[in-house]
Structures are given as C-alpha cells and as structure tokens.
C-alpha cells in the first residue's frame, strides 16, 4: 500500500510540472504568433525601441570612456606640474627676480589657482603675483629671491599689507628663499599674513599643495637648535658699515 500511495504522488507530480510546462510553451507560441499577425504594424516600434536601447547604450560607453581618459588625463598632468616643480632649492637660487616670481605664479596655478597673473614691476604696489585660491578667496603673493643668510625684515611684511589694501585681496602671501626674522614673524602672526620661508618653499616646491602649506602657517621657521642648524649651513650675513643689510634691518 505504501508503494502504491507513492506511485500515484510520482504520477500526480509529473503531471504537475507537464500542465505547467504548457501553459509557457504555449504562451511562448501565442507571443510569436501574435508578433508575426501583427507585425506589419508594430515593426516600426519594434525598430525605434531597438535603436533607443542601441544609442542608450552607445551613449553611456561613450560617456564612460571619457571619465577614464579625462581622469587619466588629469593624474597626468598632475604629474607632469609637479614633476617640472621638482627644482632643487639651489636651482632656485640661481633664478632671477622674475623667474622666481614666474615659479611662484606656475605653482600656484598647478595647486588650482585661478586668474595667477605676475604684476611685479614697476607701480606693483608691493605685490607679484595676484589671483585666486582654489576656495575663491582672492590672494596677492610678495616674491623675495634673497640669499640664505638673509632674513626678511618686518618692514617688507608691513609692505604687504599694504599691497593687500591695495588689491583688495582676502589673503597676502610672503615667500622667501630664506627666513623671517623675529620681529616679521610677529607681523606675521598678528596679521594673518600666510609665510613661506625656505624650508616651506622647499616642500611646496616638491609637491605639497599651497592650502596645505596655509594650514602649517606660522609654525615653519624651527626651534633654536633648526636655527644653529640654519647658521651652521648657510653663515650669518655680516652688515657692512652705511650698507643695510639685504634681507632688511631686523635681528634674526
């Protein structure tokens, strides 16, 4: 009896899965008949939904395609700046008043700056370079190619607030092959005045960004041991009698 009840489930289970079998294949048929009765007047549907989907598909290949070149294109020119900015600090030294100014203005714009324009000449009003940070605030940049064993003095610092007034500028910007003297950092630090001595020349000239480099402001010109450092490697210019001294009259 067991065998038997098992039987008839066998056979009431096929016949199961043979009624469903024909109702899809039998909507399939309907489906190519139905396509093939009426196709006189759907075939152009048909036609326009095919090439919508054909020209969707073309579209976002092609819209894909141009992300990764525009992206690949971007890191290469990225490398490129910052490849070309790889100077040595010795090659700067070497540079005129203007070709520093010019290295300033390129890397301010391979950071995202915009409108970066040298104005530095004469009527310059204490600016070199002028433009716009990559947030849109408006900045003026002071250049100073001076020797190592200079300083700069407060007085130049002073110099460029005025320029600031006089540009209208959000933000000044002092960079300087060489480094502050004390009494300019004070300036410096009570202005708001962004600097960039050497040593943050040197890193922004290597690949750090100029928003990166504001973020550090202030605290670049190193203890009494970096400055022995300093003296040790650069010499201590010496002011020679009626000559003020080139970096300006403060004390280090």
């Known amino acids: 009896m067991a065998a038997q ?17 024909v109702p899809s294949g039998g909507g399939l048929l309907l489906g190519l008949l139905a396509l093939a009765v009426f196709w006189s007047r759907i075939w152009v549907y048909v036609v326009v ?44 030294d070497g540079m005129t008043g203007t070709e520093f100014e010019d290295l300033v203005a390129a890397l301010c714009r391979r950071d995202g700056c915009g409108g970066v324009r040298r104005v530095g000449g004469s009527g310059d009003q ?17 250049c100073k190619r001076y020797a190592p064993s200079a300083v700069v003095a407060s007085r130049e610092v002073r110099d460029l607030l005025g320029s600031k007034v006089h540009f209208g500028a959000d933000v000044a910007v002092f960079v300087t092959t060489t480094r502050f ?5 004070d300036v410096v630090l009570r202005n708001g005045i962004i600097a960039l001595n050497r040593d943050l020349l040197g890193l922004w000239n290597s690949g750090a960004s100029l928003p990166s480099l504001m973020g550090v402001n202030g605290s670049g010109q190193g203890d009494a041991r970096h400055l022995a ?5 650069y010499g201590r210019k010496k002011r020679r009698p009626g000559r003020p001294l080139r970096g300006g009259p403060d004390a280090v």
């Open 229 to 233: 450092r300093w003296r040790s490697t």
């Open 49 to 92: 939904l095919a090439a919508l989907a054909a020209a969707g598909a073309l579209g976002w290949w092609l819209w894909r395609t141009d992300r990764l070149v525009r992206g690949r294109d971007r890191a290469w020119r990225r490398q490129d700046a910052v490849a070309a900015g790889h100077r040595t600090l010795a090659e700067v």
């Open 5 to 21: 009840r098992r039987a008839r489930r066998r056979r009431k289970k096929r016949a199961r899965g043979r009624g469903r079998a």
């Open 181 to 185: 003297s004390g009494q300019a950092m």
């Open 126 to 142: 204490g600016a070199d370079v002028v433009g716009r940070l990559p947030d849109g605030r408006s900045m003026v940049v002071q």
